[in-house]
Antibody, heavy 124, light 107 residues
Framework: EVQLVESGGGLVKPGGSLRLSCAAS????????MNWVRQAPGKGLEWVSS????????YYADSVKGRFSISRDNARDSLHLQLNSLKADDTAVYYC?????????????????WGQGTLVTVSS | EIVLTQSPGTLSLSPGERATLSCRAS???????LAWHQQKPGQPPRLLIY???SRATGIPDRFTGSGSGTDFTLTISRLEPEDFAVYYC????????FGGGTRVEIK
């Protein structure tokens, strides 16, 4: 069974830092692109960052570029997100999500599994 | 960046009724990268539809996805009590984007 379990959230002051982790199990972690998606209280989903299976390709949303850093440890089946220079607007539940894929005559990509999320609150 | 606009923002319907949700993209999206997710309060999103029209594992056939290019639709043929939730369209890419969501509420 595929499982994604986030941890590391909490209350942090503006300007502070936090490191989120996502522990993966039930699949070959090193074969999958992974993402972070966040959801502010009462709001919709916002894509944050993506990292390819090998870690060679990394992308960020403009809203977090230069402040957040995604990484992965394929030996430990874990995904990480380093959050620096945090602002109140970064308050959200942070989800890790796996990119599923399917090939027939075309290539299909989609977020097929999500973790339960970890809450980050930025407040003084 | 591709912007996805979902409409309506809220749909008030009764169980047994048909729901039609729209997702419009600011530029053409490959159908193979368009998905729909369902989210209930306090839960993470759940994949319903991928490739614009393929149901994910375990998703009942009352959920149907359709569309291409810039216009996509999710149809729920007969609403069951467990279908009242928020629905998001999602386009996968180097920079993924989500629509703002449609809330399907009980009338």
């Amino acid at each position: 069974e595929v499982q994604l379990v986030e941890s590391g959230g909490g209350l942090v002051k503006p300007g502070g830092s936090l490191r989120l982790s996502c522990a993966a199990s039930g699949f070959t972690f090193s074969s999958y692109t992974m993402n972070w998606v966040r959801q502010a209280p009462g709001k919709g989903l916002e894509w944050v960052s993506s990292i390819s299976s090998s870690g060679s390709y990394i992308y960020y949303a403009d809203s977090v570029k230069g402040r957040f850093s995604i990484s992965r440890d394929n030996a430990r089946d874990s995904l990480h997100l380093q959050l620096n220079s945090l602002k109140a607007d970064d308050t959200a539940v942070y989800y890790c999500a796996r990119v599923g894929f399917h090939y027939d005559s075309s290539a299909y990509y989609y977020f097929d599994y999500w973790g339960q999320g970890t809450l980050v609150t930025v407040s003084s | 960046e591709i912007v996805l606009t979902q409409s309506p923002g809220t749909l008030s319907l009764s169980p047994g009724e048909r729901a039609t949700l729209s997702c419009r993209a600011s530029q053409s999206v490959s159908s193979t990268y368009l998905a729909w997710h369902q989210q209930k309060p306090g839960q993470p999103p759940r994949l319903l539809i991928y490739g614009a029209s393929s149901r994910a594992t375990g998703i009942p056939d009352r959920f149907t996805g359709s569309g291409s290019g810039t216009d996509f639709t999710l149809t729920i043929s007969r609403l069951e009590p467990e279908d009242f939730a928020v629905y998001y369209c999602h386009q996968y890419g180097a920079s993924s984007t989500f629509g703002g969501g449609t809330r399907v509420e009980i009338k």
